[in-house]
Each structure stands twice: as structure tokens, then as C-alpha cells.
């Protein structure tokens, strides 16, 4: 079976969900899970997880936590690591980044660590507890996470109302960071998106696009997108679009980055949530989210192999009730898994490690 699996691989186009029916289940069955984090009352919330392996091997899982609920002042960036590939978990430790012992009621909000070579970048926001005044800004690690920079401002025109999102390096070397950027205040109004492009090594970075999901001015939504590289250097961009017909958003770069085609919908159901992709090599695509237009549940696995055109792999990861938000992860480096943490009803951090199936090989 396994033989005929990997023959297939190569003429993925023509395979539907049948055919990856019972691979999908024995890969289920090699899955792994445990939690990061419980919180408690006043102290229980988990959001914005995010899963990253360190220069030094360790795994290391940065979070949205502090108070019950976001957005609220007592806000603030956490981290935890593992030394076992997930198996156990330190302690969750604020990260102060030189924020909340000069005002508490300042909010912070992870929302990228990005490994690059020997160095960390954790990319954060600021705000009043509200979102009314928000600034992001990235700190620098070169010992794995365990000490920080102070936080310095990114990019002047995306420093106020800017989230950075999972970058990757392009195949020509180039750093390329998405972000989703709001024109209007308060809070996520009138989205922008697009990259942030580094040819050395993210010492300086160009801006290149500047993509809208809707023409309405006041629209209001998070627009949270992810992007992977296939096979031709052409770039894939995935968007969240709140209340814009229960799917996510696509654009498309076929000069690695540097120009868009406008978004348009795709037929992925999605009710407003965070989505992630991972490139596997050549045109084949992971893709973590919520396939549901109404709910953040299930919390789902598909997998494309003609560059995010169809989905023919899927399979649901985690069911449990509530809302199942926020994967964030990275592919081992002999692409067998999928290692993310995910937040469940936004007081558990879970970390989970979802078995691959046997992937084509890449044209060089």
C-alpha cells in the first residue's frame, strides 16, 4: 500500500478524500498531544499560541495570556519550553520586553517568533487594553528565547495598527513576512495586506503589497493571513475575511512577493478564524484550520499537492466541544510531522503533533 501511496503522490491531481480515506486514518493513529498550559481564574487566558523550535533544539511556545479575556490591559506575552519534543512543559513566564514594568496597563501581543539561523524574533503589539492605541514593534534573542532585547519599532509606514504574521525563506534566501495592517482606528478597521521582503537576512526589509479583501472603508475584521512558496517561486497568500461568505480569502505572487493579483474568494469554509500554511516541498501545501463557515470546530488537517488548487487529504484533528483557534506550528525537518500548539476555549494551550503522509518528492 504504502508503494502504491507514493506512486500516487506523483499524480496527485487526479486523487479525491476517498482515496487518502485510509492512509489519513493510520496517520491519525501516530498522532501526539499534550497540554502546555490550564488556566485559571483570574489568570485562565490562552490565545494567539504560537510553536517554534530554537537554535539550541528546544521547543519553545509563546502565548497571549494575563486576565480572563482579550483585549484587556493585564495582557501580556508567556512562554513556555519543552526539552522532550513536547512530551512536558515548563511553567508558562511572562516575558516583560521592557513593557509592563514601565506601565502595567499596557497590553502586549505575540504575533510571530520567527527562527532564523542563530536568532529569535518575537514581533509583538502594543496597546491600551482596547486596541484605541496600538504600535508592533520585534525584540531579538541569540541565546533561544532565554533573554530579549528591548523592543524596537518595525517598518515605519506598518508601525501602528500592524500585526506580522509566519514568515518563510523564499528559495532564493529571502526572508518574506506577511502582515495585515488596518488603515483606520479602533481596532481592525479597513485591512491591508501583504510582505515584508528581506534579501539580507532581515537587517533591512522592502514592503510590497497592499491587498484589500473588501472596497468598504469601514469594514471591520482580522484579516490574519499565511502564505507558502511552491514549486515555481510563486507565492500562495491565505485571508481570513470576517463575515465575507464563510470562506477564506486568496492572493496570489508569481515574482516571489514583489506583486499581488487581487484577493478573491476561495471555496475553503472558514468562520472568521486563524488559518496557517506550511509549504512540504514542491506544490504540496498543509493547511491548519477551522473547515466549518459558522464555528472553530472541528480543528482540521488538509493537505494539497497542486499548489493549494485542491485538498484531496483531510482529515479532523481535534473535536472536542468549544472553539479550537489559533494553530501555529512548524514542519519537522524530515517533513513526517506537523508540530503545532493550538488554544482550546481560550484557557488550555495544547500542543499537538499531527503525522504526515508520505509526501512526493520535489523536482530539483
Known amino acids: 500500500m504504502k508503494g502504491v501511496l507514493a506512486f500516487c503522490l506523483l499524480s496527485a491531481l487526479s486523487l479525491s478524500a476517498a482515496d487518502f480515506a485510509e492512509p489519513a486514518a493510520r496517520d491519525a493513529a501516530l498522532d501526539r498531544t499534550s497540554v502546555i498550559f490550564e488556566g485559571k481564574s483570574p489568570n485562565k487566558l490562552a490565545c494567539d499560541t504560537t510553536l517554534r523550535q530554537m537554535p539550541d533544539g528546544s521547543w519553545v511556545m ?9 483585549p484587556l490591559p493585564e495582557n501580556q506575552v508567556f512562554i513556555a519550553r519543552s526539552h522532550d ?9 511572562p516575558l516583560d520586553l521592557g513593557v509592563k514594568s514601565k506601565d502595567p496597563s499596557r ?5 510571530e517568533l520567527m527562527v532564523y539561523r542563530r536568532v529569535c524574533t518575537l514581533f509583538v503589539a502594543t496597546h491600551n487594553g482596547r486596541f484605541d492605541d496600538w504600535t508592533s514593534w520585534y525584540s531579538i534573542s541569540e541565546d533561544s528565547g532565554r533573554t530579549w532585547t528591548g523592543l524596537r519599532p518595525i517598518h515605519e509606514k506598518l508601525h501602528r495598527r500592524t500585526f506580522v504574521r509566519n514568515h518563510i525563506v523564499n528559495r532564493k534566501g529571502e526572508i518574506v513576512l506577511p502582515f495585515q495592517h488596518y488603515e483606520s482606528a479602533p481596532g481592525p478597521v479597513n485591512p491591508r495586506n501583504g510582505v515584508l521582503i528581506s534579501a539580507g ?6 514592503l510590497f503589497g497592499w491587498i484589500r479583501i473588501s472596497d468598504d472603508d469601514n469594514y471591520r475584521g482580522w484579516a490574519e493571513n499565511n502564505i507558502a512558496e511552491l514549486q515555481d517561486g510563486s507565492l500562495v497568500m491565505l485571508i481570513r475575511a470576517d463575515r465575507l461568505g464563510g470562506v477564506l480569502y486568496r492572493a496570489d505572487s508569481r515574482d516571489g512577493g514583489r506583486t499581488w493579483t487581487p484577493a478573491y474568494q476561495t471555496d475553503i469554509p472558514n468562520p472568521g478564524s486563524k488559518a496557517t500554511l506550511y509549504g512540504l516541498g ?6 491548519l484550520h477551522n473547515p466549518s463557515p459558522e464555528q472553530r470546530n472541528p480543528l482540521s488537517l488538509w493537505i494539497s499537492f497542486d499548489g493549494a488548487k485542491t485538498w484531496p487529504y483531510r482529515r479532523d484533528l481535534v473535536t472536542t466541544p468549544g472553539r479550537l483557534n489559533y494553530p501555529d506550528g512548524f514542519v519537522s525537518a524530515d517533513r513526517t510531522y506537523l508540530h503545532f500548539a493550538f488554544d482550546d476555549n481560550r484557557h488550555r494551550a495544547v500542543y499537538y503533533g499531527a503525522k504526515l503522509p508520505p509526501l512526493p518528492r520535489t523536482r530539483q
Do not use: F, H
Open 62 to 70: 509563546v502565548m497571549l495570556g494575563g486576565g480572563d479575556k482579550e
Open 282 to 287: 514542491g506544490n504540496a501545501v498543509a493547511l
Open 201 to 206: 537576512g532581515g537587517r533591512t526589509y522592502d
Open 85 to 93: 519534543k513536547g512530551k512536558t512543559w515548563s511553567a508558562m513566564q
Open 107 to 111: 497590553a502586549v501581543v505575540p504575533t
